[in-house]
Every structure is written in C-alpha cells, then in structure tokens.
C-alpha cells in the first residue's frame, strides 16, 4: 500500500465532521514519507510474461517489440537511472559510478577513472548540465535502427543532429576529407588528386557501387575473403596510402589493418549510402545523448504499450518449477515465458551460471577516454554543426597504434554539454589495455595540440601582415613567410593548455565480436550469449550482451530479434505493428516537404521519407526492406 | 506551403496521482471525449491539440507518464525542454494533494526553470451540490496556498462535467511567451524541430494504433 494511506484516513475523520471548503481552514500540509522515492512501492502485479532486467538500448528495444505484440512485460533495473551500459549519465552520477565499477559492482566494466581538475573552487560546473553516454555511437542515415525509430514513432521523442566533418589523423596532420560541402562523388573528385589517381578512385567506387549479386562483383568479394582490405584496394585497385586511410578508416570506420576484404567493402558502401537520404551528410547523432537517449525512448513506447517499469530493484530468487520470481522489495511474480538479464545485472544466485557460460568465450575489450574542454571545437565542425568525428589509422600516433583510435565530438550545441564547451568521446578496441591507454592518450594531445594551434592561429595577426600570405591554387591562404614565427606553423607550440572539466576513463568488456559477426550469424564458432541456456533454470533464463565496440548502431536491431526470437520463437512480427497517424491535413503539406535541414543544423525526420531502397537518389541496390546491417549479406558472398 | 497563423509548439507535462483524472482531463481537452471508467493510461505517444488564444495558436504536444512513474523515476526525457505541466489531484483525495506537493518539487528539481505549472484541482463534479457531508477534502483555499508559494497557476476542474477544463489550458497558453519574441534561444529551436517531427493532428492519436482512446 502506498505511504500515505494513514494519513488519508487520519484527514478524512476529521474533515468529515467540518463545514464544507469555505469556512475550511487548512491544517499544515504533512511531510509524506518516503516522497523523494516514488518508486518504493512493492510491485502489485502477480504474474507477466517476460521479465527483463536492464533497461540498456537492446534490452528496452526488446521490451517495446513485446509489449507492442501484446506480451506483458516487466522492465526493471538495479540502478535508478535508464541506461544500464548505454546510459547518459551526468558527471555526479559518473563519479558514483566509476566508484561502483572500481568496487567490481558493475561486471564488465572495469579500471574506471574520474578526473576533475581543481575541484570546485576553480572548476565549476553544473554537473546535471552534461549527459555523458558510457557506449556513445554514431547513427547512419541508412540504417535499420533509424528505420525501426520512425516506424515505430519513437523518433519523435528525440531529436537528430547531422555530422559531414570527418578527419582522418595522417603525417602528423588533419585531413578534413569529408565536409558538409563533400558530395558523394567529391569524395572521388579531389581536384589535388591526380588525373590516375581519380581514374582509379572511380574504378572502386563503380565496383563497390555495384549491385552485390553481380557475378562479377561476387566473385571478387568472395575470392578476397581473407584479402586484408588494404592489400586488396592496393593491388587490385592501385591505390595509393592517403586514398586507402581515408576509404577504410574516414569512410569505412573499421579499426584494424587486417580489417577483411568484404567487412570493409560492406563498410565503406554503408558510408556511401547513407549520403543524401536527409542531405549531404552520411551520420546523426541524437540531441541529448546517444544511445542512453534512444533507450529511453523506447522504454516509454514500452510503457506505453503497457510494459511495467521499476527501477531500484534486482531479482533475488527464481524457482523454475513454480515459475516464480522474487524480488528485492520482497514481491513475487508468476513468469510465464522467459527472463532476460543484463551481464551488468546477474543477480548473486545466478553468477555461477552466468559464469559457466561465459568462460569460454573470447572476450573482447573496448578502452574509452571521454574528456570534457571548455572550447566548443568549432574548427572541426560544419556550420550549423554541433558535432565532428576524427580518426586515428593504424600507425598514425607515436605510440604506432596497431588499432584505429576513433573520437566522436560534441559540444554545447547537441545538448550534452553547456555552450562553448565540447565533449570528447576516444575509443580503441586495442587488446593489451596499457597500450590502449597510451594510444587514447596520445591522440589526445595531438588532438589537443592541434587545437590549439589552430585556434591560436588568430592571434597571429599581429605578427603576420597581409603579405605574408599568398593564396595556393586551391584557394586557401597559406602563410608564405612562415620565417617570422622561427618555426613553421606546424611547429608552432603554444604555452596555453586546454581548460579540463572532467576527464573520465574505463574498460569496457564483450562477448560480441567486432566484426559483430556473432551477432548476425551465431553458430558453433560465432557463438552468442543470448543462445546459451542455463540447464539448471529450466532454460527460463536467458542472458543478453554488452554493448559491442561497433560504432555505429549495427547489429543493435539483430541483437534485439536474437533474443525476441528466443522468447516468442520467431521474430516474424517483431514490431510488426501498424502505428497510424491520423495526420490532418495540414500534415499533408508537411509531409511533401522531404526532410530538410533547417539552420539550426537540427534534422527533420519525415515519416514520410523514402526510406526504401528504390529511391532514386539512393545508391544501395537490395530492393527489398531497408538497408541491411554491414555485413548481413555482404559477408556470406 | 504557409500557414496563416503558425502555431508554438508548446511540450505539457502531466504529474499526479494514480486515478486523479490525468488522462480524462487530456481526453476531453482534446477530444472533448469523457469515458465513465477509462482505462489507466492513454495508448498514445503524446497527444495533440491546438489552442487560439487570441492573436496566437497553441499546439499542445501532451505527454501523459504512461505509468512510468508509478514504480520508477520518469525519465530525464520526460522533463526535457518541457514547457508547460500539469500538476493534477483529486480534491476529494487529500494524499493525491500532499503528492501533487511532491510533483512540484520534483518539476523545480527536473524542468527548466521558465516552465509554466498549473496545479489543477480534479473531480470538482463530485462536490459541486456540496452539502454538509460534502466529498471534498481538500478545500479551494488550500490548493490557492500551494499555487502562491510555488508560483502555480491554480484551478479546479471536472473532466466529467468539463468544467474549467478549456480554461486550464487557456491559462497555461497566456502565460507561456510567444516563441517570436523574447524567448531563449534553445527553446525556439526546440519548438523548429518539434513542428516538423511530430504529427499535427488536432484530435489527438499521434503513436498508439489500436490503444488510443480518442
């Protein structure tokens, strides 16, 4: 019963016997017990047919795609937050968490550290003005997760921004080699390439572009299997190192050299088609957070198909005879079909299960240095951008990483930080986890370097005068009296150190395999967590995954129907719901607007869009619904 | 395209107790619609009504917590860039009054801190051939006390009779400041976006199929 029973009871006496309202005089409102935690009641259902524990991105998916389908669904959480392992948290929320990560109270995350500089005397902040995601990701324009997003509606309770700057770190430098002004085939046409270059850049692009069931096409992807992408652009193609870094890391964002031949071909088309659905731009990230943001949305169309939520609270016991689970507030509930747990959220009566059937899987880790600056990085950002990507190839830092660094920034401007600040999300999925450590480290001081050089570049005015610069043949200024400085721009080393508001650092560990090639074909070899059973649990119980070190949001969709198709046997209807919209007719007109960009850089998603592959500006060839996840077909030729 | 008379967008909120007429009072603000036993929660992502108020139109995006709050915290998604709420109870409920205390203290904590708060009295139906064994327990002056010291707008209603209910919403649209003058940035981008995202349709229904009740 709620808390404040007693004192209804105690009011109503005594009001009963009071004139009515007006010659009414109010007593002092009661404090009510137990006000500042709402969600201290004890369940009051009895029975529910799936009980899912964790309320991270696939989790709260799933929880959706079954309430939709008229499943009762029970939705809990240990923490009293939404997220679980995808969370946007706040800083003051990260510090208790890197706290209960470094007292092993979060599994599968491990070696968190929290850095604020100068406390709070020199360094404030207000810590509920950042959302800070634990497993950030980047959403392509062509994607299934998008597609389900807008299907099911839940895109309207967020919003998405664009992202057309991507850098790739190569000889001690920035590229900017896609910008908001790059148009598909500019990525091909640079005019400082040269005439052979270009022709052979064209020759890939019309091969990649190519319908997959081309004979031709599939013979080369299949005779290539094993191919590591580099060897194949090189020979095959002849292409030069700059073209290859950029066609693999910039467009394709793979992470290793060894990368294979149709992982990466299947990447790098992905890139290219997800250019020109919503404009000249192949990336969204979501305005607030990422996927802590998505998992939330789909939580409340969860509940408002109906699914239960209570956070704080964990599963203490489950009998598999009676089918009954108990949980930490002392309720009990009837499960009917299965329980899906969170590998952060194994109750202590499950461990040695979850133990047993995790042992032999190979483990995979992903190292992540987020910083906060107080700068809002708009050098490396479009125009009406508010975020930017930049990588770091294998072999681009000093500390020859083997492992592509790749950093993620937003500032003031997506929601996750105040205004003039940005936030820095680094990951590498280096193995040996020191060298992971000092690659993420190095690439931020090249990051921070460059910066600072090139924010400092202004005040450069006063020594430099109009003169000194020339315009080269591209039409950029260069400095051409660089002798001024004693050094060249490039060496310029400035005193000024970036402001730091927070810094935080951790490991985070998987059974997913990063070419998520476990996730989309699970078998004897690829073998997946969500297939195992628990023999002693009647086979009720079944664990889901970490968030894999996929960058996109690829194979999040496949994770979800795995475990959709464990429950209900077949995930024929998953989110096989028809969402009406009884648009009036004013939303007729809305909708021949295709989605645009409006100036503040904020993307309309029209339910209406083409989302189908047979839109002409669309470059994919499969015909049927929706782009596939990299390597969901590409990868069996 | 051109609308003679664009709306703002306005993002409302409702907070209170279970049963304390959350949903009905959205229902027949939008719908005109009262259903004697209506189910607990609407099936819809949010709802959607437009509301002249003069020279302006108001579109109404009305998010009900859909039980969220029941067990759980709502989501930090749910106070987001929220610009209006409604703060509901049952004047014949006097704990659903001491709750809607604790709904305010949490909209100062969660929302921004222009958002606009109505504290609305419910079920006035139930009161109103008031007699010596009058139903109501929470008197008008009591709800008037909370809405001076928080800075609330204050109003009772009947989702049944729909009494005052049009007026809430009214009130709420007068005070809320025209997204073309002198509002902060952030929310007038806000409100570009949300115009484009969201269906605009004036009777409601925008995500749940079969579960919508209008």
Redesign the interface.
């Known amino acids: 019963m709620p808390p404040y029973n007693n004192t209804r009871t105690e009011r109503r006496k005594s009001m009963a016997e009071r004139r009515p309202s007006v010659s009414y005089t109010p007593p002092v409102i009661p404090h009510l017990a137990g006000l500042e935690k709402p969600q201290d009641h004890s369940l009051k259902i009895d029975q529910c047919d799936v009980l899912i524990m964790g309320t991270g991105l696939v989790e709260s998916i799933l929880a959706a795609a079954l309430s939709w389908q008229g499943l009762s669904v029970l939705h809990i959480d240990t923490k009293s937050y939404y997220g679980d392992s995808s969370s946007t948290l706040t800083i003051e929320q990260l510090k208790k968490w890197c706290m209960e990560v470094n007292l092993g109270r979060i599994p599968h995350f491990q070696d968190a550290q929290i850095y604020i500089p100068g406390g709070k005397t020199t360094n404030k902040f207000n810590s509920k003005d950042y959302g800070i995601d634990l497993s950030p990701k980047l959403m392509f324009c062509r994607s299934d997760l998008l597609t389900l997003l807008i299907s099911s509606r839940v895109y309207k309770y967020l919003e998405f921004q664009s992202i057309s700057n991507f850098h790739v770190f190569e000889n001690d430098d920035f590229n900017k080699r896609v910008t908001s002004s790059t148009t598909k085939e500019d990525i091909f046409t640079d005019k400082s390439l040269s005439l052979l270059t270009k022709r052979y850049l064209m020759k890939f692009l019309k091969f990649i572009l190519q319908d997959n069931s081309d004979p031709d096409k599939k013979k080369v992807i299949s005779d290539n299997a094993t191919t590591p992408i580099k060897q194949f652009l090189t020979t095959r193609f002849n292409l030069e190192p700059p073209q290859v870094n950029e066609l693999v890391y910039s467009l394709g964002l793979c992470i290793k050299e060894d990368t294979k031949t149709p992982e990466a071909l299947a990447k790098i088309k992905r890139f290219l088609g997800s250019f020109d659905v919503y404009g000249n731009f192949p990336v969204m990230v979501s305005k607030y957070g990422g996927p802590g943001e998505i998992s939330q949305g789909f939580c409340r169309s969860a509940a408002v198909a109906g699914t239960t939520y209570k956070l704080n609270t964990t599963l203490t016991d489950y009998d598999p005879e009676l089918k009954t689970a108990k949980f930490d507030d002392g309720s009990r509930v009837k499960i009917n079909e299965k329980i899906i747990i969170s590998p952060t959220q194994v109750p202590k009566f499950l461990q040695s299960g979850y133990s047993e059937i995790t042992d032999n899987l190979p483990v995979y880790n992903i190292t992540r240095l987020i910083t906060v600056v107080r700068r809002d990085c708009k050098e490396w950002m479009s125009d009406q951008e508010s975020s930017a990507v930049v990588v770091f190839p294998p072999h681009s830092l000093p500390t020859d990483n083997i492992h592509t660094v790749q950093v993620i920034i937003q500032n003031g401007g997506s929601g996750v930080c105040p205004e003039g600040q940005s936030i820095w999300f680094s990951h590498s999925t280096e193995p040996d986890l020191n060298r992971a450590k000092t690659d993420l480290e190095a690439a931020y001081e090249k990051m921070e370097s460059a910066l600072l050089r090139e924010s400092s570049s202004s005040d450069l005015d006063d020594v430099l005068d109009d003169t000194d610069f020339v315009v080269n043949a591209r039409g950029n200024p260069v400095v051409a009296n660089s002798f001024k400085l004693g050094e060249s721009l490039q060496n310029f080393v400035p005193k000024e150190t970036l402001d730091v508001v927070c810094k935080l650092g951790y490991v985070q560990k998987t059974y997913i395999k990063p070419d998520l090639s476990n996730v989309f074909h699970p078998d004897e070899t690829n073998q997946n967590v969500v297939l195992k059973n628990l023999a002693d649990a009647a086979n009720d119980i079944v664990f889901s995954n970490m968030p894999s070190s996929e960058i996109s949001y690829d194979g999040i969709i496949s994770e979800a129907k795995l475990i959709y198709q464990r429950i209900t046997g077949t995930d024929d209807d998953f989110f096989d719901v028809d969402f009406e919209d009884e648009d009036g007719e004013e939303d007729q007109s809305y909708a021949t607007v295709q989605a645009h960009k409006p100036s503040t850089g904020a993307i309309v998603v029209n339910d209406d869009h083409d989302m189908s592959l047979d839109n002409e500006n669309a470059i994919d060839d499969d015909s049927d619904d929706g782009h596939k996840p990299f390597g969901a077909d590409e990868m069996e030729l | ?1 051109s ?1 003679p008379n664009p709306a703002t967008s306005v993002k409302l909120v409702l907070l209170g107790e279970a049963a304390v007429g959350k949903s009905s009072l959205v229902l027949r603000f939008v719908s005109n619609d009262f259903q004697e036993n209506k189910e607990p ?6 709802l959607t009504q437009k509301c002249t108020i003069g020279e302006r139109t108001i579109k109404y995006e009305i998010w009900d917590t ?8 709502l ?4 106070y ?1 860039n929220a610009q209006a709420a409604l703060v509901v109870y049952d004047i014949t ?3 659903s ?3 809607a ?2 709904w305010v ?1 949490e909209l100062h904590e969660q929302a921004s801190k222009d958002i606009t708060i109505a504290l609305v009295g419910n079920k006035f139906d139930l ?1 109103e051939d ?5 139903l ?2 929470v ?4 709800g008037q ?2 809405a001076e010291e928080e800075g609330l707008l204050f109003f009772e209603t009947s989702a049944k009779t729909s009494y005052n209910v049009n007026e809430v919403f009214i009130g709420i649209g007068s005070k809320i400041p025209d997204s073309s003058a002198n509002q902060p940035e952030a929310i007038r ?2 409100n ?3 115009i ?8 409601g ?5 079969g ?1 919508c009740a209008c």
């Open positions: 395209m609308f929660t609407i099936g819809a992502a949010f859909a039980g969220q709050e029941r067990f759980a915290l989501a930090p998604m749910y987001r409920k006097p704990a009054f001491i709750k205390r604790h203290k009161v008031d007699e010596e064994d009058s109501r327990k008197s008008v002056e009591e006390n909370l981008e806000n570009q976006g949300r484009d995202l969201t269906s605009n349709n004036a009777s229904g925008s995500s749940g199929s579960d």
